[in-house]
């Protein structure tokens, strides 16, 4: 476990203080990012039940998988902003915070006292990033948005699986995205160094820029392309092939001089790269079918070691279709020494660093929090203590 010391190299948001109003995984995932990089986060939560990812399942010593995913190293307070005196001590706290990063359900921050107009006459300096489900003025504005929901609407289901059996992509990307979006926006304004601004970014816009290849390929041939599994409609051969050994490779090529190491060098197979319906990409994608069939033979000939290495030699990319529990234990993680030690209220777990590797600088890796487990303290440094504002302290 890497430990921070005295000594250690401060993050470039230090001296930042971000608080989030915040459930789930989009907003969370914008303040874990803001965190990583040294801003202090205050996750001001209800004092019965807290963000609801808390309890999506207990597999974690009983917290959520995605609790614990998003919210390592930030402060838990608990109060309930349907009182006065609850929402007199977040604005207290808005008034020594730098940014407020929300993703509450529609109209619920208007109702709070806290929409972008309400915090540009109250917290002028104050950097409010609101994250919701369709953005403002259309008509479906008012309604709730979850990943699954939004990935639906915005036609990303419907361009993977297979023909006619759409499947939602694994990863939460519209959360994840948007809250690395609205994460973007807050080092933006930061770094502006202007004080204060208003940031809206929804779910729904951050899947269709997501979705902007195969949009534009739509809007530019009136054709939906057809959603190819483990392939990709834009290119071929590119693909997932199950080996002798009974594992499967991905391989496949982005452009005809890869196509033409793969053909000759690979497959061994000089008449492939000389026929001319392969020539060009879009000759092979309109023979998708028998290239696959000739890579799919090919492989099931050969270990996934045998193939892995000879695809390297042509300078063919690829890679092992793994499960999650080989990720787990993936070599190069282990050899880049990408897992750390956390705690969170039942014990101690293994957690990635995250992306950016920064010279000189060690994320914080944080606790995880318990519910309310730094109520008191935040509260006595705006003056108050939780009897003021009629909350209990929740033990940790």
């Known amino acids: 476990m890497a430990v921070r ?13 971000v608080v989030g109003l915040e459930q789930a995984v989009s907003a969370p995932m914008c303040t874990r990012t803001l965190g990583d990089l040294g801003a202090r986060v205050i996750k001001v939560e209800h004092p019965r039940g807290g963000d609801f990812a808390r309890h999506y399942d207990d597999v974690v010593h009983g ?6 995913w998003v919210n390592r190293g930030k402060e838990s307070v608990a109060l309930d902003l349907k ?8 604005h207290r706290l808005l008034d020594r915070a730098d940014v407020l990063v929300s993703n509450l359900a529609p109209g619920a921050t208007t109702a709070l006292g806290i929409a972008p107009d309400d915090l540009a006459a109250s917290h002028p300096d104050l950097i ?13 504005s008012h309604k709730r948005a979850y990943d699954l929901l939004v990935q639906a609407e915005s036609g990303a289901c419907a361009v993977t ?3 006619g059996a759409p499947a939602k992509p694994g990863p939460p990307i519209a959360d994840v995205c948007a809250g690395l979006y609205a994460a973007l926006s807050v080092v933006a304004l930061l770094g502006a160094r202007r004080g204060g601004g208003r940031v809206a970014v929804s779910l729904f816009d951050t899947m269709t820029e997501l979705m902007g290849y195969p949009l534009t390929f739509t809007r530019h041939t009136g054709v939906d392309q057809e959603p190819a599994g483990m392939g990709s409609p834009a290119v071929a051969p590119y693909g997932a092939y199950r080996t002798a050994d009974g594992a499967t490779v991905v391989l496949g090529t982005t452009n005809d001089r890869e ?3 793969l053909a000759r060098d ?10 001319p319906r392969f020539r060009t990409n879009a000759g092979r994608v309109g023979h998708r079918a028998v290239l696959d069939a000739v890579l799919g033979e090919w492989c099931a000939r050969h270990d996934l070691g045998a193939v892995q290495e000879k695809a390297d030699a042509a300078g063919i990319g690829n890679s092992r279709l793994n499960g999650p529990g080989e990720v787990v234990a993936h070599p190069h993680l282990a050899a880049r020494d990408r897992w750390r030690t956390v705690d969170t209220p039942g014990g101690p777990v293994q957690a990635l660093l995250p992306p950016p590797v920064i010279a000189g600088y060690e994320p914080p890796m944080g606790p995880v929090p318990a ?4 109520t008191g303290a935040v509260l006595a440094e705006l003056g108050l203590d939780a009897e003021e504002i009629e909350m209990p302290r929740v033990p940790s």
Not at 9 to 14: F, K, M, N
Not at 128 to 138: L, P, Q, S, T
């Open 259 to 261: 196509w033409q190491r």
């Open 128 to 140: 409010a990033v609101e994250i919701d489900g369709y953005g403002r003025g259309g008509p479906l």
């Open 63 to 68: 917290l959520g998988a995605h609790f614990v």
């Open 83 to 90: 009182t006065d005196a609850g929402t007199a001590a977040l």
């Open 371 to 374: 519910l309310g487990e730094h």
């Open 5 to 17: 010391t005295d000594d250690s190299v401060p993050g470039p948001l230090a001296g930042v203080t």
């Open 266 to 275: 690979l497959l061994d197979r000089r008449d492939l790269a000389e026929d």
């Open 161 to 163: 699986g297979l023909p």
